[in-house]
């Protein structure tokens, strides 16, 4: 069977991190820096269209500047996910790669996106690194905030300053992985959880911009993962898109966890990409994603499989921009899309 061409990659640069959030204990395992992958192990890479670098806290890597070179060989969009915690650092980025994407991971507003990533000073730095990045001219920057129990009324705050300072605003929910050496991640304030998305859902449908109308799709696919539904749209995990760890394992997602499965691909240390692309063991891995039962909504898994079965978030997406335009709630119907998938994938436990 022929393998497509993934056209997505993240790459984990490290597990250091200077934050302890409260969803993610990867500050608790910290990588040798002696082990990390460097640039020149992604030189095998092939062309894709976007690529995320992420951690742990990427600006922690002093070589991050060769690493991001290295990788707009491969891809004309670079999309880096930090603390905001080392601003010097991202500042002096930007001004060598201006066209570079900057999302500040932000929970809340000042006293709980401190409470929440266990280090004061975390909002004012964020913010301060947006707004000097602004101020540059740099056009791909926003904010990324990560819904719990404790931080979906600060979520819609966030989306209003974002709005009023020209930001993007990415969301997601916590979930639990191997990635984020965490089991306990569950939403137990649902209601006021899924209430407080229902009103960014029908904020970003009164958006003139239709990114916003697929932001809302994505958000009601947020909804349904935590009422606990069958995923929306497949996960295409290891075919569109895939992820390599900071020792240069290639994993199809973020979302594995050992009491379900967990498998590697192949490691880019012992061989070029491609050939660990195609191999048997990349093949038996994406088997395993096919019936893979958990019901993530991940941005990273999420967003190929919006792009490639369009037809489906394009059409929710206009019919519900009607719907606000007459002054109606939006069809929050969170329809599985059968587009071929095993049936049995997304189901959940």
């Known amino acids: 069977m022929k393998v497509q061409q993934p056209t997505d990659a993240s790459i984990i640069l490290t597990y250091r991190c200077p934050m302890q959030c409260r969803m993610c204990n990867i500050w608790q395992y910290p990588t040798d820096k002696k082990e990390e992958i460097t640039a020149e ?17 990427p600006f922690i890597r002093e070589d991050l500047p060769e690493i991001v070179e290295e990788c707009y060989r491969h891809a004309p969009r670079i999309v880096i996910s930090t603390s905001g915690w080392f601003e010097d650092r991202v500042i002096k980025l930007a001004e060598r790669f201006p066209n570079i994407g900057i999302r500040i991971s932000i929970e809340g507003l000042s006293g709980k996106n401190d409470e929440l990533r266990g280090r004061q000073g975390g909002f004012d730095k964020g913010l301060r690194t947006l ?6 001219g740099v056009k791909d920057i926003g904010f990324g905030c990560t819904v719990s129990n404790n931080n979906s009324s600060d ?30 991640n569950v939403i137990t304030n649902r209601d006021e959880v899924i209430g407080n998305f229902e009103q960014l859902i029908e904020w970003q449908l009164k958006e003139n911009h239709p990114k916003s109308w ?3 799709f994505f958000n009601m696919g947020l909804i349904n993962y935590i009422e606990g539904g069958r995923r929306m749209l497949p996960c295409e995990a290891g075919m569109a898109n895939f992820f390599i760890d900071p020792w240069g394992e290639v994993y199809p997602c973020n979302g594995l966890e050992e009491k379900c499965w967990k498998e590697s691909m192949g490691n880019i240390h012992n061989a070029d990409f491609m050939t660990i692309w195609n191999s048997p063991q990349a ?59 095993d049936p049995e994938q997304g189901r959940g436990f």
């Not at 192990?41 to 806290?57: A, M, Q, R, V, Y």
């Not at 969301?171 to 191997?178: C, G, K, L, P, V």
């Not at 792009?307 to 709630?329: F, S």
């Open 131 to 136: 707004l000097k990045l602004k101020s540059m």
């Open 41 to 57: 192990d992604l030189k095998s890479l092939p062309k894709l269209k976007f690529i995320n670098l992420t951690g742990g806290e």
């Open 283 to 341: 093949e038996k891995v994406r088997e395993k994603v096919r019936k893979c039962p958990k019901n993530c909504w991940m941005v990273g898994t999420a967003a190929p499989v919006m792009k490639r079965y369009i037809q489906h978030p394009a059409k929710w997406a206009l019919t519900n921009k009607l719907r606000v335009m007459r002054g109606l709630k939006p069809c929050l119907d969170k329809t599985w899309y059968d587009v071929g998938q």
């Open 155 to 184: 979520m819609l705050a966030l989306y209003q300053l974002s709005k009023e300072l020209g930001l993007e605003f990415a969301t997601a929910a916590f979930h639990n992985s191997y990635y984020f050496h965490k089991d306990d």
């Open 214 to 216: 697929f932001r809302a």
